[in-house]
């Protein structure tokens, strides 16, 4: 095999770039991990305290309710808005999650298909000062490299494609959710 790469340093140099684009694409994933956890924690703590000041508002309200019809009114009144900020929060949670799959799957395709061109020319420059006799073995390498890269489009198409079906269910689900509150709320007017 050694005759297939007569310049190794070529071949360190590929290496190399190999490693240090996997060590970025490691950073980037990493801090955009860190952006979508940021963004649920501000969320959280967004929520925690409407939470509180609307639990707040909610027990001055029904402790200074006269009788059981308005206390009944009441809670009636206060179930709506909290159904509403429920979905408002998993619609947010949804949309952060979704960003960042996105993003990740974006990465890894720009990592992939850059990983893939260097990878082929790694190939055609082996082929160029391949011994007399060894075309077969070249051959043999680009089909399996072929081979291999159609498998993970495939599997990279199957993953998306599953994720947008999961996302369009979510949406569904959310707005069918509300729809129902919504009409709850209404008859109960």
């Known amino acids: 095999m050694s005759n297939l790469f007569p310049n ?4 360190a140099a590929v290496t190399k770039a190999n ?25 959280n703590l967004t929520a925690v305290k409407s939470s509180l000041e609307d639990s707040n508002s909610a027990a001055k309200q029904l402790l200074a309710a006269k009788d ?15 159904a509403e900020k429920a979905l408002a929060y998993g619609r947010h949670v949804a949309t952060i999650a979704s ?25 055609e420059e082996a082929s160029k ?7 077969n073995v070249i ?8 081979t291999a890269n159609a ?13 947008e079906a999961l996302e369009t269910n979510l949406n569904t689900a ?10 709850t709320a209404k008859a109960k007017k």
């Open 129 to 135: 000062n391949a011994p007399a006799g060894s075309e």
């Open 99 to 123: 960003s960042a799959q996105a993003e990740f799957t974006k990465a890894a395709e720009e990592q992939v298909a850059e990983a893939n061109r260097k990878v082929l020319a790694l190939i």
């Open 139 to 146: 051959a043999l390498v680009k089909s399996a490299f072929g």
């Open 19 to 43: 490693f240090e684009a996997q060590i970025a694409l490691i950073t980037s994933l990493t801090n955009k991990a860190f952006e979508s956890v940021e963004k649920l924690v501000d969320l």
């Open 68 to 82: 059981p019809q308005e206390l009944s009114t009441l809670l009636a009144a206060h179930a709506q808005p909290s």
């Open 151 to 163: 498998s993970y489009e495939q599997l990279a198409q199957s993953t998306k494609q599953a994720v």
């Open 174 to 183: 959310v707005t069918q959710i509300s729809q129902a509150a919504n009409k």
């Open 8 to 11: 190794q340093e070529n071949f």
